[in-house]
């Protein structure tokens, strides 16, 4: 149990400082600053909304949507084919911004996703609105007068594979873990151990599937391009947690009653429900952004 515990946490400080070298979240230090973005808007202005919208597209989705990006996120490549962008009802309405997704996404912090370094400013935000409520022109953009579009860091195979997984394998860790944690308050109410094996066992499952979550979150993360710095480090801090009253589990079962660290036992499992609850506050918010719960 220790060498597994052990290990578990030795493959989430490596993948963590690893993650850090192959992705680091300073890449907006090579972003231009909001003047720069404002500069670059105010330079293209003049040719109409196709012009401004299509600058903000290139500047800030291109990396991720277009067929710029190998493998673009959510299979949605052609951000800057505007004859086909303004075509596609999935994602345009024309003339209709509340309608379209497109907009909707933006409008409610989705797009960019939190922690993306690429943020809009208002003035970029009022241009992809302005360009729908047109009525969505494909035309005309002069290629001459647009900023350069930014430099695409394409991520391994190995990385984009293990960050596919996060989705998946994120929801029994949580589920798991809350179950321990129920348990063991039924154990306290009831006195009836098999409470206690139920919380050892949910404990155990869970704290293995929450390294594998927080494995392949870094990976998911890197792999698009996300700065979630905060979720990013919660994520390892809850499963570090987890493995931490794992050991005072283990101890609790083997040593006398008197003897048992009972009371930082139930610390810990408190702690790290705290910290998976905040992480998947934070990893909603992210996927669905504020407006999931009403903001």
């Given at each position: ?23 680091p979240?300073?890449v ?52 800057l ?21 497109l907009?909707?996404?933006i ?101 293995v ?19 979630l710095?905060t ?45 998976l ?6 990893g ?12």
């Open positions: 149990m220790r060498r597994l515990l052990a290990t578990a946490a030795l493959l989430l400080l490596l993948v963590s400082l690893t993650g850090m070298q192959a992705r979240d300073d907006a230090a090579n972003a231009p600053e909001d003047s720069d973005r404002a500069a670059a808007l105010n330079a293209v202005a003049i040719t109409g909304t196709a012009q401004d919208a299509y600058a903000v597209f290139a500047e800030t989705c291109s990396a991720c949507h277009s067929a710029r990006s190998e493998r673009p996120k959510g299979d949605f490549g052609f951000i084919d505007l004859h086909r962008l303004s075509r596609a009802g999935e994602y345009v309405v024309r003339g209709q911004p509340d309608k379209s997704s907009w909707t996404v409008a409610d912090g989705s797009m960019p996703p939190p922690g993306y370094e690429a943020a809009l400013s208002d003035a970029e935000r009022s241009a992809v609105r302005t360009w729908i409520e047109d009525g969505a022109p494909p035309g005309p953009i002069d290629p001459s007068v647009l900023p350069p579009l930014p430099a695409i860091e394409e991520t391994s195979a190995l990385v984009h594979w293990g960050g596919q997984w996060h989705p998946l394998v994120i929801h029994f860790p949580i589920g798991l873990l809350l179950a321990a944690a129920l348990a063991e308050i039924l154990f306290v109410l009831r006195r009836d151990d098999r409470y206690r094996a139920a919380a050892e066992f949910c404990l155990l499952v869970g704290t599937g929450s390294c594998g979550a927080a494995l392949s979150g870094w990976l998911f993360a890197a792999d698009l391009g996300y700065a710095t979720h990013r480090w919660l994520g390892i801090a809850t499963s570090l947690f987890a493995l931490a009253t794992c050991q005072l589990a283990v101890r609790v079962r083997r040593l006398p009653p008197d003897d048992a660290p009972i009371l930082g036992y139930r610390l810990a499992l408190a702690a790290t429900i705290g910290l609850v905040v992480t998947s506050h934070l909603g918010i992210a996927t669905w952004g504020a407006s999931i719960f009403g903001g």
